[in-house]
């Protein structure tokens, strides 16, 4: 405190004032009397006739009254003080004190010119009452807090000022205090949240003695009303946490612990907030408790708690709960399933046409699909069924709290699968327009048990894979032997590996014939004869080398076997003209492949336009402008590129026109049915016309009987491959068998 004058702004006066209204009002009147009679004793002009007693009583008054009564000189000299007074400045005696007080104004008030101040009052108004100063205890220096009341004593007669008469008291308890409440008022009202103090009786009564402004910036009450009715506050908790709260209250109330709470509220306005609420209870003796409390607006950071929460545990696409929050609902359920004996399921959705939609429409068009599928699934699950989406268009729904015998679960989860394979079946609407597709679901139901969350999602994409290799739309329960079937082909693919060292992959040849050119060519299909697992078929290697990443390198191997053989023939003019085409892998086809292959055939010295390149139309439902260009490179360098299962994929014909393709493969499927089914007969004879129009070759694939032949004639299909042409044999057996038939057309079938 720099000087008295700020302590008068800073100290609210008249409280002070009013706090010591009583015993100043004593003090004063005693005061008057006193130093009156004093004056008067001191004077022996003036006649006085009191009785001694009087006197006395008097006298024994000043001595003991515990204010401090004094008269000074005009010019700040001591000429009487009260025992009271003398202890205030820190001295034994009067006459101690009078001998050192001789500079009053400066050196006992700590403000400069304060005595000026109150010496001018006096000469305008003859006296001030209650007047606050800093001062210092005249002989320690100790710096203290002083009300004084003075008068300004004139002659009777001539008018003229003589001395000073007052009383001072030391107030800096009372100074000390108010300076501290006036601290905590300001930190009290600069304080985000509300601070109260609350009185809370064994009857139940509550009564607020304190309670800070935050009230009103959070609650939206008026202190006085929260005051008067403490319950106003209580009656805004969100009906929803009103319990929680008064279990912490009950808590604290037996334990005398410190409590915490965070709860809603709603203000009048109707506005939802956060509020975290702490407060420690102090027991009085009286059985009430005290509650020394505060109260904070947390709004903001459960808010950010929330964002952060659906961050983690949220797709934002479609605002289901991702794989984190789906895991720790299976284990919940899974949990609950111990406990009482129920059953559930998981279910694993893949959509079937996703891919296509994404590559061709975009990933607009894709996400669109996304978010309908999540409205289908919730429709279907209605409340009883957990949805989370894992990613791309894997969904996975769970239902828990199934009860009755397996087969009757089992029978209900099936019902469930079958109704979620129906929504997902019924045509979408993006963009605009229709989008059909189908979904595959796997299901692994639960019963206690035996596997924890991680692996029955493990289990239900797996059945996943097994009802999509069975077809579109379909569902697959997990049994055993499909992870028996997995562990094999894991086993398989390790094989693998050493098959590839080891130089157990051969290749047999499938010739391939035209009506009027006579065998044409063969095609390269790989065999793998495992020590092991006697002959594999590349139906069971072929895409588990794909997925293990080995495809490239048995593409290769494929590739340079073709550029021998081809080499071999080429010194021979009975097989110098024939084609030979080998099978590559789609996934392989990237950036490279060209470049290799041009490579290798450089190396052999061959001619590449014997070589033709087989790729799925699959291939095409790849980044089609990369597949393009490496279409391209392959023409450039002189192979020829055959579509192979043509009719099975989703080519369309622009993109058909515009790629350098030479030959169309009739998909088998088509072929072995074309008979008896009218369909199939449609799909050829188009396929046909379309090579024919575009300038292609159309060559049927599996043929194997002359009726199937006979057709694919009439349809204007002259290229055929298949048993009743020739079978996969080994290339030594083909060289003799061609070397027997010579030129010519070859009809008839071919021995095993
Ligand atoms: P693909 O290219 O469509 O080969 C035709 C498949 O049909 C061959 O089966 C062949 O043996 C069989 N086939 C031929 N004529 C007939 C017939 O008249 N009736 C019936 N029912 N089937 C017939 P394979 O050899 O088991 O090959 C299966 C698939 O494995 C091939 O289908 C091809 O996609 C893949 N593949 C074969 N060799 C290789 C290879 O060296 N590399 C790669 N990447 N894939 C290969
Ligand atoms: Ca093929
Ligand atoms: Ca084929």
């Keep these: 405190m720099s000087g008295a004058s700020t302590g008068f702004r800073t100290v609210p006066l008249a409280s002070v ?42 006298r024994d008054l000043y001595e003991n009254i515990s204010e ?26 009067e006459e101690e004190m009078l001998n050192e007080v001789n500079d009053i104004a400066g050196r006992w008030y700590v403000e400069p010119g304060r005595r000026e101040a109150i010496h001018r009052m006096l000469l305008e108004h003859g006296k001030v009452t209650g007047i606050l100063s800093e001062v210092f205890r005249y002989k320690t220096r100790e710096r203290i807090w002083i009300e004084e009341s003075t008068r300004l004593v004139r002659d009777q007669r001539t008018g003229r000022s003589r001395y000073y ?58 202190l006085a009303e929260a005051e008067a009715n403490p319950s106003s506050i209580n009656a805004l908790v969100h009906p929803d946490d009103r319990r929680r709260l008064d279990e912490s209250f009950a808590t604290a109330r037996t334990t005398l612990a410190p409590r915490r709470t965070d709860y809603r509220i709603r203000t009048r306005e109707g506005v939802e907030k956060w509020v975290s609420g702490h407060s420690v209870p102090e027991l009085e003796p009286d059985g009430s408790l ?23 545990f949220f797709d934002p696409l479609t605002g289901l709960p991702n794989r984190a929050a789906l895991v720790e609902r ?55 069924a957990s949805i989370a989406r894992l990613g791309g268009d894997e969904f996975v729904v769970m239902v828990a709290g199934l009860a009755g015998a397996p087969d009757a679960v089992q029978a209900h989860v099936a019902s469930f699968a079958d109704r979620i394979l129906a ?123 794909e997925r293990a990443g080995l495809s490239g390198m048995l593409d290769v191997y494929v590739l340079r076997y073709a550029c021998g053989l081809l080499r071999r023939w080429a010194a021979n003019p009975g097989t110098r003209d024939l084609s030979v085409a080998v099978n590559v892998s789609c996934r392989q086809l990237r950036y490279g492949f060209a470049t290799a292959l041009a490579a290798v055939i450089d ?15 699959h291939v095409m439902l790849d980044n089609s402008e990369e597949v393009a260009d490496i279409m391209a490179q392959l023409k450039a360098i002189g192979v020829a590129i055959a579509l192979d299962d043509f009719g099975t994929g989703y080519s369309s014909l622009s993109n058909l026109k515009l790629l350098p393709i030479d030959t169309l493969k009739i998909d088998l499927s088509f072929v072995r049915d074309i008979e008896t089914d009218p369909n199939d007969r449609v799909i050829v004879q188009t396929i046909v016309n379309v090579a024919n129009s ?27 491959q298949g048993y009743l042409f020739g079978r996969p044999m080994p290339i030594e057996d083909f060289e003799g068998w061609i070397a027997q038939r010579g030129e010519g057309v070859i009809y008839g079938r071919v021995p095993a």
Aim: glycine share 8%; hydrophobic share 45%.
């Design 17 to 58: 004032a009013d706090s010591a209204a009583f015993a100043w009002g004593v003090a004063g009147l005693l005061l008057a009397v006193s130093v009156a009679l004093l004056c008067v004793a001191a004077n022996r002009h003036v006649a006085w006739r009191a009785t001694d007693e009087a006197a006395r009583g008097l």
């Design 68 to 93: 401090g009564v004094f008269r000074s000189t005009l010019d700040g000299r001591m000429i009487s003080a009260n025992p009271a007074l003398v202890r205030l400045n820190g001295f034994s005696s």
């Design 165 to 222: 008469d007052g009383s001072v008291r030391e107030v800096t308890e009372t100074v000390r205090r108010l300076q501290l409440q006036e601290r905590f008022e300001k930190i009290a009202s600069v304080t985000a949240g509300c601070l109260y103090q609350l009185r809370t009786t064994p009857d139940g009564r509550a009564k607020m003695l304190y309670v800070s402004v935050g009230l009103k910036r959070i609650f939206g009450l008026d």
């Design 290 to 312: 005290l509650w020394h409390g505060y109260v904070e607006d947390i709004t903001e950071r459960k808010q950010a708690e929330e964002r952060v929460h659906r961050l983690a």
């Design 330 to 384: 299976l284990r919940e359920a899974m949990e609950a399933s111990c406990r009482t004996g129920t059953s559930g399921a998981v279910l694993f959705v893949d959509l079937d046409q996703f891919k296509i939609l994404n590559d061709t429409k975009g990933h607009h068009s894709g996400d669109a699909l996304l978010v309908h599928v999540a409205r289908r699934l919730d429709d279907v699950g209605g409340g009883d």
């Design 423 to 545: 929504a997902l079946a019924r045509p979408f609407t993006i963009n605009g327009a229709p989008f059909h597709t189908s979904a595959s679901v796997g299901v692994s139901c639960f019963n206690g048990d035996d596997a924890d969350a991680g692996e029955h999602l493990k289990r239900a994409d797996l059945a996943m894979y097994e009802a999509k290799a069975s077809g579109r739309g379909q569902k697959a329960f997990f049994v055993p032997e499909m992870q028996a079937a997995v562990d094999n082909r894991l086993a398989l693919t390790n094989e693998l590996h050493d098959a590839l060292d080891n130089r157990e992959l051969t290749f047999v040849c499938q010739p391939q014939v035209h009506d009027a050119r006579g065998v044409i060519g063969v095609e390269l299909l790989m065999r793998w004869n495992s020590p092991t697992r006697g002959e594999v078929r590349p139906a069971e290697f072929v895409a588990l080398a």
């Design 603 to 617: 190396a052999m010295r061959i001619d590449a336009r014997r070589l033709t390149v087989e790729l799925t139309e």
């Design 694 to 720: 575009l300038g292609k070759w159309a060559i049927a694939e599996g043929v194997e009987t002359e009726m199937q032949a006979t057709l694919l004639r009439q349809f204007g299909c002259r290229a055929f």
